[in-house]
């Protein structure tokens, strides 16, 4: 008998049965992940954010799924085994979430490249697929290898410009983005964290050869969007090359940042060859 | 009026050419002083030969459009402020505190966030117009003529939070996940980043509306005699009600929607200048408007040197000046009273 209640134990510690069946995200970068990374049907509802194929790159999947605002209740409602939550999630919500008794993941913001590696792992393995996160990490790690980049060419100046007129500085995942395209983060002359505002006279005199502009494609309209539509901006085109990249590529931490990566390469490329024709 | 002007030291000309020429200096200073360095005259040359070096672009599409908003809106303010005290005959009457800014600023938020703004360019000052004609309207129903002070507040007040929450209403439904942010621009008021463009968009309402209230000087002089006399003279006081009041929508309504909400101007600038032009409100029209000017320029200037990241609010700086002057006004008419 007590062989048969260990088998029994044994056969349901396994990982095929330990895989959460109700997985409810309460955060953009968690539902991108648990889409890839989960069989279908076991996510159970995503945050509205990525039903917007604007914002989210995972929008068709995401259509098909209740939508959440990232409260609790509305994860609860659902009688969730796995639920996710990001680095903003309201601290009430994930607490209420743990008096009751359902399991919590946080998805963080890696800062780094290895970073975003160990999220995927970790979140592959708190859904009972560590194959298909090595598979995701793999995919990228092979994008990203393909970016040939140059050595003898000098390396480019950049500058990122987000809504607002904030720009990211050394020492974030974005910085490692730009060096691995093969530019330089100009925001480490301006001694400044690794977000912050700049005023829209110093990114145009700091002389980059490329702008990036965090921009998404037709959003709302809004001031802090607005910013990045300034005509000193048009104005600086024939001095600059200017690069707009969608947010949904370099907003998460996860493997769509090998094509940030791919697109600022290119980028620089057609630069480099405009500059020594 | 000679008995009314015994404390007037200096001669009206004189003191038109004395603000005109340190109102032309702040604009000067505003343009010389941003937040990296910029060599104005290699800039300057650069654009008269049109070259578009970094520097010219600089000083064409963001030093010189934030000066010369800086003058326009402050000088907007400033008059309508003038002409609204006038008008009232109510030293607290300003745009700001009777809520004509905050309408306009509901006005220009509702035209912005729901993407009409792109439909046709002028859009977007006329929003503000709309708004700040809605509040004022809104507020002389109920002051109506000859109203007391408390009623002319209270009224402002009403008129000022509905304004203002309707604006935060209409900024969280956008679907925007920033406009819910940008309340502050739009109650606090700056001139970060604005652009050319908004200059000219600004610019042919804003001179309709100056226009409007420079000409009600003489109709304004004769309502201090009281209404009665003012009509006896001629003057038709329905017709000044309505050029006022259109003339103050127009000049503040297209600045708000530039620049957002700006308080205390109206009601600083008029106030020490009065003195200096014997207290007659015909005159203090063009005086204030050149004293909100350079009340405003100087603010953008402070706002620039404090540093502070996120540039603070232009509506923080007037504040931080009109606050301790309004609460000093409030004290003396309670005493007078």
């Not at chain 1, 910013?227 to 590529?249: E, F, G, K, N, Y």
């Not at chain 1, 907003?251 to 620089?268: H, K, N, Q, S, W």
């Not at chain 2, 700040?132 to 008129?159: D, F, K, N, S």
Request: hydrophobic share 55%; charged share 15%.
């Amino acid at each position: 008998m007590r062989v048969i209640l260990c088998t029994l134990l044994l056969l349901f510690a396994s990982p095929a049965f330990a895989k959460p069946q109700r997985v409810v995200s309460l955060n953009l970068c968690a539902d991108e992940l648990a889409l890839r990374l989960a069989d279908p049907g076991v996510v159970k509802s995503v945050t509205w954010l990525s039903q917007d194929p604007r914002s989210a790159n995972v929008a068709a999947q995401a259509a098909a799924l209740p939508a959440n605002d990232g409260h609790a209740e509305e994860a609860l409602a659902f009688d969730p085994d796995l639920v996710l939550v990001g680095p903003f999630s309201e601290p009430t919500s994930i607490a209420l979430l743990r008096r009751v008794g359902a399991p919590v993941v946080e998805v963080g913001a890696p800062q780094t490249l290895e970073g975003v590696r160990r999220q995927i792992r970790d979140l592959a393995a708190a859904l009972g697929e560590p194959q298909r996160g090595e598979a995701l990490v793999a995919e990228m790690d092979a994008r990203l290898a393909r970016v040939a980049i140059d050595p003898i060419r000098p390396r480019l100046k950049a500058l990122v410009l987000r809504p607002n007129g904030f720009t990211v500085g050394p020492g974030s995942l974005v910085d490692e983005i730009l060096s691995r395209a093969g530019l330089d983060n100009l925001a480490a002359r301006l001694d400044i964290a690794a977000d912050a505002q700049v005023p829209l006279e110093v990114v145009a005199l700091l002389g980059a050869d490329i702008l990036i502009l965090d921009r998404d494609e037709a959003s709302a309209p809004s001031l802090a969007d607005a910013t990045l539509d300034h005509p000193a901006i048009a104005a600086l085109a024939s001095r600059m090359t200017i690069v707009s990249l969608p947010a949904r590529l370099w907003t998460c931490g996860g493997p769509e940042i090998a094509e940030a990566v791919e697109r600022l390469a290119a980028a620089a490329a057609a630069r480099g060859r405009e500059a020594t024709p | 009026m000679r008995a009314c002007a015994a404390d007037a030291e200096v001669g009206y000309a004189p003191l038109v050419a004395a603000l005109a020429a340190l109102a032309l200096a702040a604009a000067l200073a505003s343009v010389m002083i941003g937040y990296a360095r910029l060599d104005v005259p290699a800039a300057l040359a650069d654009a008269f030969a049109g070259r578009s070096s970094a520097a010219a672009v600089v000083l064409e599409q963001i030093r010189l459009p934030r000066a010369a908003l800086g003058a326009l809106v402050g000088f907007s303010l400033g008059l309508s402020g003038a002409a609204l005290q006038g008008l009232l005959r109510n030293p607290l009457a300003d745009p700001g505190v009777i809520g004509v800014s905050g309408g306009a600023a509901f006005g220009a938020v509702v035209v912005f966030y729901s993407g009409l703004a792109g439909v046709f360019a002028l859009a977007m000052p006329l929003g503000g117009v709309a708004g700040a004609i809605v509040a004022a309207l809104l507020l002389y129903a109920l002051v109506g003529r000859g109203a007391g002070t408390m009623t002319l507040i209270l009224a402002g007040v009403t008129v000022n939070s509905f304004a203002g929450a309707l604006t935060a209403l209409a900024l969280n439904l956008s679907p925007n996940p920033y406009a819910a942010y940008e309340i502050m621009f739009w109650l606090m008021g700056s001139l970060a980043d604005r652009s050319l463009p908004q200059l000219w968009l600004a610019l042919p309402l804003t001179v309709v509306g100056w226009g409007l209230l420079l000409t009600s000087a003489p109709a304004l002089d004769a309502l201090t005699l009281g209404e009665d006399t003012a009509s006896s003279l001629g003057f038709d006081l329905g017709r000044l009600r309505a050029q006022l009041v259109a003339g103050a929508a127009l000049a503040v309504g297209a600045a708000v929607a530039v620049t957002g909400a700006i308080g205390f101007v109206g009601l600083v600038a008029p106030h020490l200048l009065r003195p200096l032009v014997g207290n007659r409100p015909g005159r203090l029209l063009l005086v204030s408007g050149l004293g909100g000017a350079i009340m405003l320029l100087v603010a953008d200037i402070v706002v620039r040197l404090i540093p502070v990241h996120p540039e603070l609010k232009l509506g923080v700086a007037t504040a931080l000046i009109g606050a301790p002057l309004l609460y000093g006004l409030i004290d003396r008419m309670r005493r007078e009273a």
